[in-house]
Nanobody, 116 residues
Framework: QVQLVESGGGLVQPGGSLKLSCAASGSIFRLLTVGWYRQAPGEQREVVASITSGGATNYADSVKGRFTISRDNVKNTVYLQMNSLKPEDTAVYYC??????????WGQGTQVTVSS
């Protein structure tokens, strides 16, 4: 089993930046697609970005051009660099494997709050 732990969230002003980290266990990590998801209060959880084992990326239209997903397979870590943050980016952010997301299996997540 692959275990994922999110970190790096916090409070930031509009226009600011944060970098989230997703630390993974297991040598199989390098073979897996990993996604960042978020859930705002009263909203459904949504996919923010994903990255394949080969480094191909996808982004939600709402974050395209502002967020960058990357991975370091040596460190077993996936990152989400978030720039030009907006209040509507406020949410709990999760990293997950797509299969586990479909099974509704989630970790703790990390809170991102964008506010003046």
């Amino acid at each position: 089993q692959v275990q994922l732990v999110e970190s790096g969230g916090g409070l930031v002003q509009p226009g600011g930046s944060l970098k989230l980290s997703c630390a993974a266990s297991g040598s199989i990590f390098r073979l897996l697609t990993v996604g960042w998801y978020r859930q705002a209060p009263g909203e459904q959880r949504e996919v923010v970005a994903s990255i394949t084992s080969g480094g191909a990326t996808n982004y939600a239209d709402s974050v395209k051009g502002r967020f960058t997903i990357s991975r370091d397979n040596v460190k077993n870590t996936v990152y989400l660099q978030m720039n030009s943050l907006k209040p509507e980016d406020t949410a709990v952010y999760y990293c997950n494997l797509p299969l586990n997301a479909r099974l509704e299996s989630w970790g703790q997540g990390t809170q991102v709050t964008v506010s003046s």
